[in-house]
Structures are given as structure tokens and as C-alpha cells.
């Protein structure tokens, strides 16, 4: 089965890719065109999807790892008068004011953008094309709490702060972490100028440790992981990653997820000003659209696709559910406060 679902993707690459109509990037590319992509270190792309458009397109995609999502935005910025890729995938929301007031990419209206849900479409000059989303979340062992004199499991972001959860959450650092960001994000869009640095006070006097970024507090200071803290900042998309990453496999995964402390995070890519190769770049962005693409997003990296009506996998229909309600704050707004709010942020929970 698995076989034949490749096979059926990659042929639609092959579709996709020779009969896009966009009139910027539609003739074939040299048989020597190597385009270069820069990403943050969580992209992927299953083999046959990127091989197929590759050779539909005569386009090679040559992928530049740069560190977390503001790693490479810091590195795009610092060589933008001499960029080190044509593409760039990883912009998210929460940076994305900072790399347009830095005028990092070149305007490009996407083939296939008008099947990309408007409310993703963050950019009107389209110097950004988004690519997928996610819901940045509390997350909780299902195994741990409710029994042996254990409090229930949390139900808002407000429970942490109770005694009964005393040292038992653990959290990212905005300053360093995506899912660290969001979660600050989703806390101040709760509890409002003022609310939000109590809130983070109390946090810190209920023991909130604090990790440099998701690896270490998820895979090494998470229960489930084998650590010792029961409540932990990811994703809405941790449970369906449970399942299919467990060993032996388990049919339901263990993880839970708070869903009302929820932000919701979208990611871009752009043409990266500058780039050698533009009109190949312009096809790399049309293919990151494209329906083969899309489908692959939500088992390659654990987001959802921002392509309509692009069919999920029965493990995210069953346990992927996002938040009804998450928390929005404009890119414009997060790009005048987040330097302040991370700086009172730090001095809050850290100094």
C-alpha cells in the first residue's frame, strides 16, 4: 500500500510540475541548474516527492541546513547583499515582520496560490508563500496524572500555576526556541499586557524549568521521553508522532494536549533576493504548493498542509485534531514587541 501511495505521488509531482501555467516559471530548466534552499534544521521532504520533481523539472534542489527557524533568519539577513541559497523555507509567523523590514526576498505570485487558504496569506505583495501550520501547545503525559494521589491532567495554561502542579511543566526558551516563542505568544494574547508577566512570575515560583529548545525538554525532560516532567511546550501534532514513532508500535498515543493554550504558527518560503537562479527558485516555490508536496508535509515534519482539501493520513484525522480557538497576534505586532517581550520575559523567569 505504502508502495503504491509513492508511486501515485511522485507521478502527480511529474503532472505538477511539467503543466504549471504560471507564466514566470514555466520553461524547463538547464539539465545543470542547481537551486539551493535554505531551511531551519526540521525540513524534510520524503525522497521520491523531491526526485520526482526533480526530474520533471531538470531543476536540483540542494538543501542548506542553518541551525532553528531565528538561526537562519539571522544568517539569510547577514548575507543578504550575497545570499547563500535562492530559496528560503522556514519563516514563520513569529518572524516574519523581521525578514520583510529586512527586504530579504523578491515578490512572487506562486502557481497554485489560489488553492492555498486565505488566511495563510499573511503577505499582500507575496514576498512570502506559506507552506504549512501548526499549533504550538501544552502537551501532557495521559499516563501520568489522575492516579497515586496525582492532580488530573491540566485542561488550561492557567493550571500550571496551581501547587498541585509544582514542578512539573517544562518550557522552551523564547529567546532560543520556536515552540518557546509561541507559547510566550499564547500567554500574552491570554492574559494581556501586564497579566501575562504575572502569569510567567507565578510560573516561576510553581519551579517551570526552562530548556534552550525542544529536543532537550521534550525528547530528554518530558515523561514520556523518559524524564521527570509530566507538562511540557510542542506541538498539537505530538500525538500522531507518538503513534507512528513508537516501538513497539502502540495504537493510541500517550500524549495529550491542553487546547486551549494553543498558538497557531505558519511557515513561509520566499525567493531569497538576489538568488542565482530565480526562475528555477520560482518553480521550487510553485512544487512546495503543489498537491505531491502537500501531502507529504504532515508525515515529514509533523505540520499540516495549507493547500485545501489536501487529504491527511488516517493517523492525523484520528489523533492530529488542532485547537478550535488558538491564539493569533498579527506578524506586525509581534515584530514591534517580541525583541521587548522576550528581554521582560527573560528578566521575569530568568534573572
Known amino acids: 500500500m505504502k508502495r503504491i501511495t509513492v508511486l501515485a505521488i511522485a507521478m502527480a509531482v511529474v503532472v505538477a510540475a511539467c503543466g504549471s501555467s504560471h507564466t514566470s516559471s514555466t520553461s524547463k530548466a538547464s539539465k545543470d541548474t542547481t537551486v539551493v534552499l535554505m531551511t531551519h ?11 520526482a520533481f526533480e526530474r520533471a523539472s531538470g531543476i536540483k534542489v540542494k538543501v542548506l541546513k542553518a541551525g532553528d527557524a531565528g538561526a537562519e533568519l539571522n544568517q539569510a539577513i547577514l548575507t543578504k547583499d550575497h545570499p547563500l541559497a535562492d530559496v528560503m523555507f522556514g519563516v514563520d509567523n513569529t518572524f516574519l515582520g523581521r525578514a520583510l523590514d529586512n527586504n530579504i526576498f523578491e515578490p512572487y505570485r506562486a502557481g497554485g496560490i489560489d488553492r492555498v487558504s486565505r488566511a495563510f496569506v499573511l503577505d499582500s505583495q507575496h514576498r512570502v508563500t506559506p507552506v504549512d501550520y ?17 492532580p488530573p ?115 513561509f518560503v520566499g525567493v531569497l533576493r538576489g538568488a542565482k537562479h530565480p526562475n528555477a527558485a520560482q518553480r521550487l516555490v510553485d512544487f512546495m504548493i503543489s498537491e505531491p508536496f502537500q501531502r507529504d508535509v504532515p508525515l ?20 492530529g485534531a488542532l485547537a478550535p480557538h488558538p491564539a493569533v497576534i498579527a506578524p506586525s505586532e509581534i515584530g514591534k514587541h517580541r525583541d521587548e517581550w522576550i528581554k521582560t520575559w527573560t528578566n521575569t523567569v530568568l534573572h
Open 41 to 51: 534544521d526540521s525540513f524534510a521532504v520524503s525522497k521520491p516527492v523531491l526526485a
Open 134 to 150: 501548526g499549533d504550538i501547545c501544552l502537551n501532557y503525559d495521559k499516563t501520568w496524572f489522575g492516579h497515586d494521589g496525582r
Open 153 to 267: 491532567a491540566p485542561t488550561s495554561a492557567g493550571d500550571l500555576v496551581n501547587p498541585a502542579y509544582k514542578g512539573l511543566t517544562v518550557v522552551e526558551n523564547p529567546a532560543s526556541s520556536s515552540p518557546g516563542l509561541g507559547f510566550l505568544l499564547a500567554t500574552i494574547a491570554t492574559y494581556g499586557d501586564g497579566g501575562w508577566q504575572t502569569y510567567w512570575a507565578n510560573l516561576r515560583k510553581n519551579g517551570v524549568l526552562v530548556d534552550d529548545g525542544w529536543d532537550q525538554a521534550y525528547d530528554g525532560d518530558f515523561t514520556v521521553s523518559g524524564g521527570k516532567r509530566p507538562i511540557v511546550v510542542s506541538y498539537a501534532s505530538s500525538p500522531p508522532a507518538d503513534v507512528v514513532f513508537s516501538s513497539p508500535h502502540r495504537g493510541v498515543p500517550r500524549v495529550g494536549v491542553v487546547y486551549t493554550s494553543c498558538f497557531r504558527q505558519v511557515e
Open 300 to 319: 515529514e515534519m509533523y505540520v499540516y498542509p495549507v493547500r485545501r482539501d489536501t487529504p491527511l493520513p488516517p493517523v492525523f484525522t484520528k489523533f
